[in-house]
């Protein structure tokens, strides 16, 4: 990933306004410390900031076309551009990198805005055409929001548009602000945003139901797919493992697709010292893109069950584990910065982000740049605790799809900006099309679940537990090596923010009940009158988010998440905070 900006049709001298629109993505560029670039093109700039992961001799941006006519800057990764290159009417297309984004200016070519579903991957873009008058702009958000992109202008300029992939490089332009809607696209010719990502369970929050039975082989398999198409890249790479169920999934299989790298790598060599024995000529030697073992990342506060899981968990899968822990005091301490990297007030998401923010840093340390993580999957299958509370399967289904379209409110941009923060890339297989498809479309009523006396087993006893589908899928050892041990696979849902030390989520409530007085808190109504806070924990971190964005930037882009409060459950979004919760340990750290 990336960070663009991009500002869209000014009037006047565009060439005085080039520093400023450097200053303006300087802001983000945490994003992309390898390289910066900047285009001017007509009414029209564009500013890059570069996290070199695919293309990495080859790919800085903007890019432009070999005629001059079009130009992309682009935030993400596009997992299918070899198949979509091969794939296009022009095969003399001429390509000028290695960049896997290049693609895209080629599909514009042949498809206009229609190449926005066929793309495969996490991203962002704005493309500029000059070769029409006015000149044309798109810019795109893939289907989840994985990426983030916001879009804005001024009252006094409305028809000049601004792009970034942060709001703080455009917030002080703009007097009105929001959030780019993932799975749509913007066309300067019409001048309206289109949703392009129509999948078939789109409207299952408005009554439409699915009714598939559940094909166990057919869910690991897309899963397993998923990961290892993200592993598309040229510099190494790890996995971060909580020891949930989520993350210890996608460290098994990112494993077994690591030690499949490293064999064929090895058997390459081979090949290569064979065929120079022979007197052959064979280039340079490829190097392997990744290390020879998978390397995954722990963080919690000393004795966290997080830590502890993880651990078992990366013996079990023989990675090469590194854990870190971090104190109470310190996590305190990052969490202005954090809101400031997050540009959000949310609760639940800046309790979890602080530790994935904290672990970030060090994983940049040891030069990763890019990580898997298990976002999405709780969405996907009601893993949070309070899904147990769903009067039937069609509340449950219609609770799902609300909180995936919602994932870029949350936990996408969490685990996007808590990392793109240190310049460090996170790809979430959980939210790969293909995957959704299949299992957003299984019927809901096999993925509700129960609790205590109540709770069913299966024919093998197995517990019919909250992401029960997940879990049976992985419940097997195809190759003769099961994918986790049973301790990992059938562990009860922490959410990140619990698992790392249940101390965290109650040091910050007392920090922020120091912090705010009653009296303060009283006039909460007063001081926020849209989105008040209704805790001194969420009062002190809005303080915090308006103390570096203004009230203006909160409307349209900062969404609070709470479980659904008509199944009568806690507002609060803690996993500790529903009745049906077992504590993981008694040392609560």
Known sequence: MCGIFCCFNRQGDLASYRPRAIACSKKQ????????????????????????????DTGAQPLVSEDDQLVLAVNGEIYNHVALRKGLK?????????????????????????????????????????????????????PIGITTLYMGYHSSAPDTLYFSSELKAIHEECDTLLAFPPGHFYDSKTKQTERYFKPTWWD????????????????????EAAVRKRLMSEVPYGVLLSGGLDSSLIASIAARETDKLAAEHEAYRKERKQAMADGKWVGDEKPLATWPQLHSFAVGLPGAPDLIAARK??????????????????????????IYHLETFDVTTVRASTPMYLLSRKIKAMGVKMVLSGE??????????????APNAQDFHE??????KNLHTADCLRANKSTMAWGLEARVPFLDKEF???????DAKYKMFSKGAAQETDAEGRPKMEKYILRKAFDCAPDGKAYLPDSILWRQKEQFSDGVGYSWIDGMKDHAAAAVSDE????????FPESTPDTKEAYWIRELFEHHFPSKAAAGTAVRWIPKQEWGVSSDPSGRAVSIHTAAYENKA
Request: charged fraction near 25%; aromatic fraction near 10%.
């Open 90 to 142: 022009n095969q003399d297309a001429v390509f000028k990198t290695h960049s896997d984004c290049e693609v895209i200016m080629h599909l514009y070519r042949e498809h206009g805005t229609g190449l926005c579903a066929m793309l495969d991957g996490m991203f962002s873009f704005v493309l500029l055409d000059k070769s029409v008058e006015p000149p044309r702009l798109i810019a795109a958000r893939d």
């Open 313 to 338: 968990a990366a013996d079990f899968l023989g990675t090469v584990h590194h854990e870190y822990t971090f104190t109470l005091e310190e996590g305190l301490d990052a969490i202005p910065e954090v």
């Open 29 to 56: 560029r945490h994003r992309g410390p390898d390289w910066s670039g900047c285009y001017m093109a007509k009414d029209t700039i564009m500013v890059h900031e570069r996290l070199a992961i695919v293309g990495v």
């Open 204 to 223: 299952g929050d408005k009554g439409s139901i699915p009714h598939n039975e559940v094909d166990y082989k057919l869910v690991r398999e897309t899963l």
């Open 376 to 389: 999405g999957s709780d969405e996907i299958y009601g893993g949070y605790l309070y899904f147990h509370a």
């Open 520 to 527: 303060a808190f009283e006039k909460r109504s007063e001081r």
């Open 399 to 404: 609770e799902l799809v609300k909180r995936v």
């Open 436 to 442: 959704l498809e299949v299992s957003m479309n299984i």
